[in-house]
């Protein structure tokens, strides 16, 4: 599981998720990586809140790296950023924005660390093997898939349930599900993205069922308190219960 908040915060908030993922995680038995971005650089409006900066932002991460143990994920939205990135992180994530950036898939690659690509909403299962491959050229960098769903008419996203074995059989690689980010609705909130995240439960309960290798969830202890999704961020004291649910279902499937 990746998990954590969706724009890095003040180390006191960062810790508190983080030691509370990391017990989580060893109670549960599932790896879990922690997760935080040093910049929303694709916001809705000029005027949002875009998080700490490269610099502070590394600080940041590191400090949760150390002093909870957890692996360590951000995305990068420049080719420059790839290599200072990569010194303090163990996975480098592909915004869904951007997924089809060849410079930044490249440099993302040419790390050697794992990385991560959000499938972008516009994107076919198809269409993810140009960008694994520019990953994947010439360092050959793991490659992880996190679905998050595809816009459809009226604002909504929709997950289809169907790309899990898609991706997995055209791209031989782990399908994550995002089930914070595919609940919501782009536009709907005076121009900024909303959601409603009673649906995120039963999605990834699904998405597991379909067969995912993993999950990826944004989490906070007070969500409408974050200066980023809001609106679509799981609450930290739900999390436990929902993965239970899931290591349920995931252990049906494999016996």
Same mark, same amino acid.
């Given at each position: ?5 969706? =724009? ?5 908030? /960062? ?13 549960? *038995? ?6 935080? =971005? ?5 916001? =809705?409006? +000029? ?33 420059? $950023? ?14 869904? &924005? ?22 972008? $909403? ?14 994947? /050229?010439?360092? /050959? ?15 909504? +996203? ?52 379909? *067969?995912?290798?993993?999950? &990826? ?16 961020? +799981? ?12 290591? =349920?279902?995931?252990?049906?499937? /494999?016996?």
């Amino acid at each position: 599981m990746i998990a954590g908040p969706c =724009s890095l915060e003040p180390s006191n908030l /960062n810790l508190k998720i983080g030691f509370e993922l990391a017990r989580i995680s060893e109670s549960c *038995g599932v790896p879990i990586i922690f997760k935080g =971005s040093f910049d929303k650089a694709n916001r =809705s409006k +000029l005027e949002s809140p875009r998080g700490p900066g490269l610099e502070e932002g590394l600080r940041l991460l590191a400090e949760v790296k150390k002093e909870t143990g957890l692996l360590i994920l951000t995305d990068i939205h420049e080719a420059h $950023q790839a290599k200072e990135v990569a010194s303090v992180v163990d996975i480098i994530q592909i915004p869904a &924005f951007l997924s089809r950036q060849t410079d930044l898939l490249e440099a993302a690659g040419k790390t050697g660390r794992p990385v991560n690509i959000k499938k972008a $909403q516009w994107m076919s299962s198809n269409e993810l093997v140009g960008a694994k491959q520019k990953v994947q /050229n010439p360092s /050959n960098s793991e490659v992880i898939v996190t679905e998050r769903g595809t816009f459809f008419g009226y604002g909504d +996203l929709v997950v289809d349930m169907r790309n899990f074995l898609r991706i997995q059989k055209e791209l031989l690689c782990p399908v994550y599900f995002d089930g914070t980010h595919a609940i919501q609705r782009p536009g709907c909130k005076s121009g900024s993205t909303g959601g409603d995240s009673v649906y995120t439960s039963g999605l990834v309960l699904a998405a597991v069922a379909a *067969g995912c290798d993993g999950l &990826f969830l944004e989490v906070h202890p007070t969500p409408l308190r974050a200066p980023s999704d809001a609106s679509t961020m +799981l609450q930290l004291n739900k999390l436990e219960s929902l993965l239970r649910k899931a290591i =349920s279902i995931k252990a049906i499937l /494999n016996d």
